[in-house]
């Protein structure tokens, strides 16, 4: 099964998340970077375009024999259902129609959902925000592996199965790690979903349903877009904590490659986060990134020096609610 990753915990800081300070300094220096915050007005008609092509795509896969149900649902539906979490990650930050309709950015969310096949949306915004106001914080940041992902899957074989199990630990660390009320809009994200997944079952049958919620669990694990989930804060360089990606996939996964300019300004959508870093090319051409997703998840899987325990982890205080 290979050697052990030879780290046995994770890297503990003691200082801020570096995003903070960056951004500070970039504002300083290049306040029009202001001019890019605000919603995208193509992106409610994009995810519109994918959420409409997955049920034509319920309707064309209903008389298919299982095992071309579950090759589309790899390598077409899976892909169309991961971008949309993408997607709903963007909403989360408000960008789909502006701070000021927070309500329909929760709905809209929901309809982006929809072809998941699994609600999502509401229970991401959750504890999305924690990962951007605790970055790497300790039982508050829930992108972090436990303590036992970190132990068991420590060689390669076990690595591998851990990312074909990535959906599994995404939708359950937060239960263990940071349990929270279950809120009114999850509730009402269950109700849609499950009303939605009820009515493609009577109207089409057994195979839509599963092409939906397999191409999610498919595409979320072991997949080349799967690449961005290990890319974004596992640490390949010690130091560094965020790291960016700018090839092809962005085109596919709404520019959550440029994730050190994600972090540095939450609140600019994906389609602007290029002009980002061309406005401040010296803050961000110098800074480690990634040529390739595929790369990460080779390395991931096979570098002794790396595994669920590359993570930087910090202690936070908790900000007070306004």
């Not at 903070?20 to 202001?34: D, G, M, S």
């Not at 596919?252 to 290029?274: A, K, Q, W």
């Amino acid at each position: 099964m290979g050697n052990r990753v030879t780290r046995g915990d994770f890297e503990w800081v003691y200082t801020e998340q570096p995003h903070t300070q960056r951004r500070k300094e970039i504002l300083a220096k290049y306040p029009e970077i202001k001019t890019l915050m605000g919603p995208d007005p193509h992106l409610k008609w994009i995810v519109s375009g994918m959420v409409f092509t997955q049920l034509l795509a319920c309707y064309l896969v209903k008389d298919l024999s299982w095992k071309w149900i579950f090759f589309w649902a790899y390598a077409f539906g899976g892909c169309i259902n991961h971008s949309l979490t993408l997607a709903i990650h963007d909403i989360s930050h408000n960008v789909a129609f502006g701070n000021k309709q927070a309500r329909w950015n929760r709905w809209f969310a929901i309809f982006a959902n929809l072809p998941i096949g699994v609600p999502y949306s509401a229970s991401f915004k959750k504890y999305h925000i924690d990962h951007h106001r605790y970055l790497g914080g300790d039982s508050l940041d829930v992108d972090i592996p436990t303590d036992f992902e970190g132990w068991f899957f420590c060689t390669p074989l076990r690595k591998l199965l851990w990312l074909f199990l990535q959906p599994l630990f995404y939708s359950l660390r937060p239960l263990y790690v940071n349990p929270k009320a279950i809120t009114r809009m999850e509730i009402l994200n269950a109700l849609v979903q499950f009303s939605i997944d009820l009515i493609i079952y009577y109207l089409w049958g057994l195979k839509p349903v599963i092409y939906l919620i397999a191409g999610t669990i498919l595409c979320l694990g072991f997949h080349p877009i799967s690449g961005h989930f290990i890319a974004e804060h596992y640490m390949f360089l010690k130091g560094y904590e965020t790291y960016s990606y700018y090839g092809p996939l962005n085109w596919l996964t709404f520019n959550v490659g440029y994730h050190m300019e994600h972090h540095d300004f939450p609140s600019i959508p994906g389609c602007r986060l290029p002009m980002v870093k061309k406005i401040a090319a010296e803050y961000y051409d110098n800074l480690p990134h990634h040529q390739s997703w595929i790369r990460v998840l080779w390395d991931f899987v096979f570098d002794d020096t790396l595994g669920p325990y590359s993570r930087v982890k910090r202690l936070c205080k908790l900000a007070k609610e306004s």
